[in-house]
T-cell receptor, first 115, second 116 residues
């Protein structure tokens, strides 16, 4: 079974540019999450999809961030325009609906560097 | 507010010895789940072990065990017989609620170095 896959693994962009990160969850997982780890700080929750619907987007930092999950399969996270403080590692995770354990399986992350 | 605290930024352990990574948590929700993840240098976050707040026994998964002390709100990870491949970053995490669709909060992590 394939795990959570994230593309690209590393992205270097200039301030003001746009970047789109992609996450392919484990097949059959209805729950999809985005997290971010800024250098030296804790991993922070960004948002949670249940299928194609946003269940909780309380962690999204501002309106420069837009997440979508059309069709309830893969998800994209767009940053437009990118700022220096957006640099960090963006993780995607997925979990199976209905489980009482809530184990989230993570991808390897996308390291975003905004120069 | 919910919070996870890992007070050890770095730990060293000799190969084949046991090591304990500390984790304390704070929540007002009586139902929660505690997790440990391992992040090797390759970057992926690997799920290691889970403990539910109502579980009576400490969780074990191979060489990993979770020392769950509910009254003290601690969930320390014990790795027995350390191996060189255990060198990695370890994150303690907590999920509130009883279903699988809740966000997880993380501690700052502990970097473990296993010496040959």
């Amino acid at each position: 079974e394939a795990g959570v896959t994230q593309f690209p693994s590393h992205s270097v962009i200039e301030k003001g540019q746009t970047v789109t990160l992609r996450c392919d969850p484990i097949s059959g997982h209805d729950n999809l999450y985005w997290y971010r780890r800024v250098m030296g700080k804790e991993i922070k929750f960004l948002l949670h999809f249940v299928k194609e619907s946003k269940q909780d987007e309380s962690g999204m930092p501002n309106n420069r961030f837009l997440a979508e999950r059309t069709g309830g399969t893969y998800s994209t996270l767009k940053v437009q325009p990118a700022e220096l403080e957006d640099s960090g590692v963006y993780f995607c995770a997925s979990s199976h609906a209905g489980t009482t354990l809530g184990i989230q399986y993570f991808g390897a992350g996308t390291r975003l560097s905004v120069l | 507010a919910q919070k996870i605290t890992q007070t050890q930024p770095g730990m060293f352990v000799q190969e084949k010895e046991a090591v304990t990574l500390d984790c304390t948590y704070d929540t007002s929700d009586p139902s929660y789940g505690l997790f440990w993840y391992k992040q090797p240098s390759s970057g992926e976050m690997i799920f290691l072990i889970y403990q539910g707040s109502y579980d009576q026994q400490n969780a074990t998964e191979g060489r990993y065990s979770l020392n769950f002390q509910k009254a003290r709100k601690s969930a320390n990870l014990v790795i027995s017989a350390s191996q060189l491949g255990d060198s990695a970053m370890y994150f303690c995490a907590m999920r509130e609620g009883t279903t699988g669709g809740f966000k997880t909060i993380f501690g700052a992590g502990t970097r473990l170095f296993v010496k040959a």
